[in-house]
């Protein structure tokens, strides 16, 4: 068995005029999440963790902010495209543990609708996807609300060759 670990984190601003989205899944909040695409810190982390344990760069290279064609985009598409990724290189998504820090809102009421999107997404069961939500205690750019982060640890396995 030919098995790999891999580590993902990201973060993005809390702004007024933007919807939040986190795990694929849109949480009512008067403020949303700043950034290129439609800025979901749990996706892009979990991108991160996939890529980074198959040695495939890093979500920024894939997608850069910079480019025209992923403004505002989804980012379960990146996710899509991600996994795809993964698999064209012979592995297979196998568990992902992830951490929200947010001090608002609640997380806890939306774990269940984000672990079945993501699962969806990535074509794995649901049992399969851990997200667990965490405040910093009022301690740094979290803390303060300024902004949300995601952590994101995954296993891959490589297929057998046939």
């Not at 580590?7 to 939040?20: C, I, M, P, Q, T």
């Not at 820090?101 to 699962?119: G, Q, S, T």
């Amino acid at each position: 068995m030919n098995i790999r670990v891999g580590f993902g984190y990201d973060v993005h601003r809390l702004v007024a005029g933007r919807e939040l989205w986190l795990g694929g899944v849109r949480i009512e909040h008067e403020l949303g999440l700043l950034g290129h695409s439609d800025a979901d810190v749990l996706i892009h982390a979990l991108c991160d963790a996939l890529l980074g344990a198959a040695n495939l760069h890093d979500i920024g290279y894939h997608f850069p902010d910079t480019a025209a064609e992923y403004k505002g985009i989804d980012s379960k598409v990146l996710l899509r495209e991600t996994v795809r990724l993964l698999r064209e290189h012979g592995y297979e998504p196998g568990n992902a543990d992830c951490t929200i820090c947010a001090e608002r809102p609640k997380i806890n009421p939306h774990v269940d609708a984000m672990r079945a999107c993501l699962a969806k997404v990535m074509g794995v069961d649901e049992d399969c996807i851990s997200i667990k939500a965490t405040t910093t205690e009022r301690l740094g750019f979290t803390g303060r609300e300024e902004g949300i982060a995601a952590y994101a640890t995954v296993l891959i396995e490589r297929r057998a060759s046939s």
